[in-house]
């Protein structure tokens, strides 16, 4: 379709992520297609949708993308914006992925990172060159007093840089991450907290996943010299952040709590398709006839766990020489962030290990791992349809949906062997069989309890996971936000 966008100043809600709804590629013949994006997010705002006035402004990501801002191509309710290339490499790869990731996933090696030098500099002011063109479009597009809600750790200044162009906005900010430790967020430099800091306090509501990182959250602020900021709990308030200005409170900023749930109609209805029914029978065949399957479906991300996951399942094949011949782990692990090093290294020792398994143990009628790597949304589902286990055991992760969609999705019942540093785990953890993610021989004992768990057992808590699950569906999610802000500001 080709674009509308609202005409200026005319949309009353706004969302603003790095990664939008919708994706161009340019074909061999010049034309472009468009790809849905997935995800909550999306999900979540079709609820509201462009008739609704909504707005979605997001960065353009591939030259396809590019290529359709250039020939002003788009769709109802979309602006890309065509940041320069370099610019939105520094920011996302640099600042964004390299920085305030690992911060938050506390994933430096710290004897020799982090080193922040003249190139962390330059990475910085490309930072608030984007976080800037963000604004600039935001305050561009919204109609008067209109309710700006802005995502992730990409867009941190925006919030700030936003209040100072459009003080009349509501402006909400969400963290799909974890919040980093003081002792981590500590290791920025000073001034750069305090930038952080001043650009998510510009929202008048700053909202995460679970309490955990909210709490996480307060206590990085008030740990902040300058001392600027007090958080209060006065019983029934929602918590919040004072803005002290001479011992006077000039302005407040909320922190909220909304756990995005899995999206049950939704994935009802796609994993009962037909290629998913397609990749069942490909998947019992690679499978074998009989054998139990343990199952687990990630971004191949440094935080995600993957390698240690693989060690726990090679320790269960030592631990109990039973399970050998009789169970397959399914790991599905999709390329990630390919420009950077580090993740490239990632993506080949998961290889590698899988590999390794594979030549010690394999016989000529089983392969203990099937690895794959290409993203493949209908054989994710067609996995979570008949996994008897799923192993999430990221590092640390701010909720992880697939934890979620796995009990809803589930045929018969899968029992799940989960994380307790993953923000899901405040919500599912009752059902769940709890793993240190750092100790695999703790994991190998929790998948040995896993599969040996009883099917009446595992039907049950599978059943009380999907409630859980569900319970805040992403159209959901988004409209309590948005109605908290407007309740706010009035
Ligand atoms: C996490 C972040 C999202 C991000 C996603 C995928 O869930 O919170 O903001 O979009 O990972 O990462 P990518 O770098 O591919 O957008």
């Known amino acids: 379709s080709t674009a509308s966008t609202p005409a200026r100043g005319a949309a009353q809600v706004l969302v603003a992520s790095n990664r939008g709804p919708v994706s161009y590629e340019v074909g061999d013949d010049g034309s472009l297609h468009a790809r849905r994006g997935g995800g909550g997010l999306v999900s979540g705002l079709s609820a509201i949708g462009p ?68 190139e962390f500099r330059r990475q910085w002011a490309s930072y608030e060159t984007y976080n800037r063109a963000f604004a600039e479009a935001l305050a561009q597009e919204a109609a008067e007093g209109a309710a700006v809600l802005v995502q992730d750790y990409h867009l941190c200044l925006v919030p700030g840089m936003l209040r100072e162009l459009r003080p009349d906005l509501r402006i909400g900010h969400f963290s799909h991450t974890p919040w980093a430790p003081v002792e981590y967020f500590a290791m920025l430099p000073d001034d750069i907290q305090v930038r952080l800091m001043e650009g998510l306090l510009g929202a008048d509501r700053v909202a995460f996943l679970t309490w955990r990182w909210a709490t996480a959250f307060e206590n990085c602020v008030q740990g902040l010299d300058p001392y600027r900021w007090l958080p209060q709990w006065p ?44 990749r069942m029978t490909a998947l019992r065949e690679e499978i074998g006839e009989g054998r139990k399957t343990i199952v687990r479906v990630d971004r191949t991300e440094l935080s995600k766990n993957i390698v240690r996951g693989l060690l726990a399942y090679r320790q269960l094949l030592d631990d109990h020489p039973e399970w050998r011949e009789r169970v397959v782990h399914v790991a599905f692990a999709y390329p990630s962030r390919q420009d950077l090093a580090v993740y490239r290294e990632y993506t080949a020792e998961v290889q590698r290990v899988a590999d390794e398994i594979n030549s010690l143990y394999g016989t000529p009628g089983w392969t203990p791992v099937v690895l794959h790597v290409k993203d493949d949304f209908a054989r994710s589902l067609a996995a979570y349809r008949l996994a008897d286990v799923a192993l999430v055991n990221p590092i640390r992760d701010g909720m992880n949906l697939v934890a979620k969609e796995v009990p809803v999705v589930s045929d018969e019942g899968c029992a799940l062997v989960l994380s307790r540093e993953a923000g899901a785990f405040q919500e599912l953890g009752k059902d769940a069989i709890a793993v240190n993610p750092y100790d695999v021989i703790g994991t190998a004992a929790a998948l040995h309890e896993a599969l040996t768990m009883p099917d009446e057992e595992r039907a049950e808590r599978t059943k009380s996971l999907a409630a859980a699950a569900t319970a805040l569906p992403p159209a959901q999610w988004f409209l309590d936000q948005l109605n908290a802000l407007r309740d706010q500001a009035s």
């Open 235 to 278: 019983s029934g308030a929602p918590r919040s952040i004072e803005h002290l200005e001479k011992e006077r409170i000039t302005r407040r900023t909320l922190i909220g709590v909304h756990g995005l749930g899995a999206d049950a109609e939704f994935l009802h209805a796609r994993s009962h398709q037909a290629d998913v029914e397609e």
């Open 51 to 118: 008739d609704a006035g909504a707005l979605w402004v997001c960065s353009a990501l591939s030259d396809g993308d590019r290529e359709a801002v250039r020939r002003g191509v788009g769709e109802d309710g979309v602006r890309m914006l065509a940041i320069p290339a370099d610019v939105h490499a520094d920011a996302y790869n640099g600042i964004a992925n390299s920085v305030l990731w690992f911060v938050h996933h506390m994933l430096y090696q710290t004897p020799l990172e982090p080193v922040f030098d003249a």
